[in-house]
T-cell receptor, first 110, second 114 residues
Framework: GQQLNQSPQSMFIQEGEDVSMNCTSS?????WLWYKQDPGEGPVLLIA?????ELTSNGRLTAQFGITRKDSFLNISASIPSDVGIYFC??????????FGTGTSLTVIP | EAGVTQSPTHLIKTRGQQATLRCSPI?????VYWYQQALGLGLQFLLW???????NRGNFPPRFSGRQFPNYSSELNVNALELEDSALYLC?????????????FGAGTRLSVL
């Protein structure tokens, strides 16, 4: 199925730095979701966005639903070692049809 | 409330055998999705079931098949296993609420084909 364009593919950062990643699509989505996956585990939902322009925070994480409804951004402030993992974006197109980004692998260097 | 549960956690098979993976969705969720994730890679969409019907299928050969039962649980079957089928298989469930739908994932089944 369709996959969203997610960037960057990987990031290596120092502990304490801020992180930004984004997803873009040619389709308009009703909902944008951001997940984190730890090694060998299933993805866990971090933030759900439901409205164009919406900005939502979850602790040090902030995500935005793009105005065009074709993109979304996730920011992590003051990164810590436990932020390590793969971050996925997902868009809900219609009904229960979902599309996933290719993932951003985050490594935090203590 | 229980989340999405998958069984078994790990499965070891040899080439040519068949594998059956199981998934129980969150109570009240009617949609079940299956994904394949090879080591370090993204989620490859396999199958989507809703209300017992197959709604969509990813770009996988016919030896990947599944079904959804009346209680909304689901099975993924992989026939004639090949070495490259070794991967983490993830199941997710969702409830159709119109525009505010969310997928919730299980912990996955790690399939190793020797």
């Amino acid at each position: 199925g369709q996959q969203l364009n997610q960037s960057p593919q990987s990031m290596f950062i120092q502990e304490g730095e801020d992180v930004s990643m984004n997803c873009t699509s040619s389709s308009i989505f009703n909902t944008w979701l951001w997940y984190k996956q730890d090694p060998g585990e299933g993805p866990v939902l971090l933030i759900a966005l439901y409205k164009a322009g919406e900005l939502t925070s979850n602790g040090r994480l902030t995500a935005q639903f793009g105005i065009t409804r074709k993109d979304s951004f996730l920011n992590i402030s003051a990164s810590i070692p436990s932020d390590v993992g793969i971050y996925f974006c997902a868009g809900q197109l219609i009904g229960n049809q979902f599309y996933f980004g290719t993932g951003t692998s985050l490594t935090v260097i203590p | 409330e229980a989340g999405v549960t998958q069984s078994p956690t790990h499965l070891i098979k040899t080439r040519g055998q068949q594998a059956t993976l199981r998934c129980s969705p969150i109570s009240g969720h009617t949609s079940v999705y299956w994904y394949q994730q090879a080591l370090g890679l993204g989620l490859q969409f396999l199958l989507w079931y809703d209300e017992g019907e197959e709604r969509n299928r990813g770009n996988f050969p016919p030896r990947f098949s599944g079904r959804q039962f009346p209680n909304y649980s689901s099975e993924l079957n992989v026939n004639a296993l090949e070495l490259e089928d070794s991967a983490l298989y993830l199941c997710a469930s969702s409830m159709d609420q119109g525009s505010k739908n969310i997928q919730y994932f299980g912990a996955g089944t790690r399939l190793s084909v020797l």
